[in-house]
């Protein structure tokens, strides 16, 4: 493949409401390599797809369950673990282990929990979702190559998620050098942007916009 994984954020979110099972199956229909959610743990103990940390405990959300059923093997499956609790962790690991998807990342921000995810996940891709704010104005490109490294390994990642604004040729070969897999965001489907995630060879692309399949094929 000579394009970046393209992974639509919350399923197709222009045509159906995010996270839900309607925007994933669009998703995938409509080209997708994969589709990112986010799991929190709920009261009741069911592992259910949802965004915000702080949600209506009153609403029918899809459960990671019914994703694994009908989504399991149609491609890869970016899961963000957005609960405290690491609760949460072991049952995901009981479904994944259950449906056995044979490609999906398991991801956070929760820096803190990537190495207990490690302790379940010993293989898996596991990505750290870097807050770009933490690289100051000071650091060389040699100290930002260390700084992602190091915490890289200090949380067991092996996919790192970081600002496209970020990434330079640099850093790309830098960090590929250590067999990192590199992945950014895109808000828009802009094809300029698009080429330029291609020129840097980064390995995967999440999107907000569905129409990015179709650039992607241009």
């Not at 997708?32 to 069911?46: K, N, Q, T, Y």
Request: hydrophobic share 45%; aromatic share 10%.
């Amino acid at each position: 493949m000579n394009r970046p994984l393209l992974i639509a954020h919350r399923g197709d979110t222009i045509n159906f409401p995010e996270n839900t099972l309607e925007a994933f199956r669009s998703a995938f229909d409509l080209g997708a390599d994969g589709i990112e959610f986010d799991v929190h743990l709920a009261d009741d103990g069911r592992v259910i797809v949802v965004h915000n940390y702080v949600y209506d405990k009153n609403k029918n959300y899809p459960t990671l369950e019914e994703v694994l059923q009908m989504f399991a093997l149609k491609g890869r499956l970016e899961i963000e673990i957005k609960s405290f609790n690491p609760v949460c962790i072991e049952k995901v690991a009981e479904l994944i282990h259950k449906y056995d998807p044979p490609d999906f990342e398991l991801t956070s921000s929760i820096l803190p929990l990537l190495p207990i995810i490690k302790e379940y996940f010993p293989l898996a891709k596991t990505g750290m979702i870097f807050r770009s704010n933490l690289l100051e104005s000071w650091m060389t490109p040699e100290v930002i190559c260390m700084f992602l490294d190091g915490y890289m390994k200090l949380t067991k990642s092996n996919v790192l998620h970081l600002d496209f604004e970020k990434y330079t040729p640099f850093l790309v070969l830098k960090l590929h050098e250590k067999h990192y897999v590199l992945h950014t965001h895109l808000k828009t489907a802009d094809a300029n942007i698009f080429k330029q995630v291609k020129e840097l060879v980064l390995d995967q692309c999440s999107f907000d916009d569905i129409a990015l399949v179709k650039v992607a094929r241009e």
